[in-house]
């Protein structure tokens, strides 16, 4: 069974200073990523997504991901995090036209 | 603009009572899903739908149903069979092709009276 593990409950940064939400992810075949933000009290805000090609996405709002097939791994990252930033992040594998979420990873970036 | 509604952005639930979350979409996708969101267990799949008239069941169906009569409605019910309906709904959609990404509304916070 396809599954998507995010091992950090919470994430603490500087502003200012680079960030980076781990993945790992287990499927069969070539897995299609992705990655969500989520505010309070809002839905998911799509991010970026990894289908095939370069191993570097870059996506929405300064975000990026690496995709390494080796470590079955999809890392979230941005070179100087903002206050703004602060939300939950989620990883998602798709499988047959569905997403299988992550449990989510908060981060919270201070000044 | 485009997007997703869900309605209403709160709801409560008297036991034994069923209730109805409402979601629309005019981004014309085909396919439409129901997630439960409980705070440190991610997002979970209830129902889905692919096409008009047709929805699966995802890992938690029991105690709800849906409705795919339209493209752009997809209502969830809560039945007084789910026994702890309190957590935060949320719809997607999702144009053709499973390596398009998914659209949220901004979803439904139910609570049990």
């Known amino acids: 069974a396809q599954s998507v593990a995010q091992p950090e409950d919470q994430v603490n940064v500087a502003e200012g200073n680079p960030l980076t939400v781990k993945c790992t992810y287990s499927?069969?075949?070539?897995?299609?990523l992705f990655w969500y933000v989520q505010y309070p009290n809002r839905g998911l805000q799509f991010l970026l997504k990894?289908?095939?090609?370069?191993?570097l996405v870059k996506g929405s709002y300064g975000f990026e991901a690496e995709f390494n097939k080796s470590q079955t791994s999809f890392h979230l990252k941005k070179p100087s995090a903002l206050v703004s930033d602060s939300a939950l992040y989620f990883c998602?594998?798709?499988?047959?036209?569905?997403?299988?979420f992550g449990q989510g990873t908060e981060l919270s970036v201070k000044p | 603009d485009g997007g997703i509604t869900q309605s209403p952005k709160y709801l409560f639930r008297k036991e034994g009572q069923n209730v109805t979350l409402s979601c629309e979409q005019n981004?014309?996708?085909?396919?439409m899903y129901w997630y439960r969101q409980d705070p440190g267990q991610g997002l979970r799949l209830i129902y889905y739908?692919?096409?008009?008239?047709?929805?699966q069941k995802g890992d938690i169906a029991e105690g709800y149903s849906v409705s795919r009569e339209k493209k752009e409605s997809f209502p969830l019910t809560v039945t007084s069979a789910q026994k702890n309906p309190t957590a935060f709904y949320l719809c997607?959609?999702?144009?053709?092709?499973?390596?398009?990404?998914?659209?949220f509304g901004d979803g439904t916070r139910l609570s049990i009276l």
């Open positions: 998602a594998v798709s499988q047959g036209g569905k997403l299988i």
């Open positions: 499927v069969s075949g070539n897995p299609y």
């Open positions: 990894y289908i095939t090609g370069d191993n």
């Open positions: 981004l014309n996708h085909d396919a």
């Open positions: 739908s692919q096409i008009v008239n047709d929805f």
């Open positions: 997607a959609s999702q144009s053709q092709g499973t390596n398009q990404p998914q659209h």
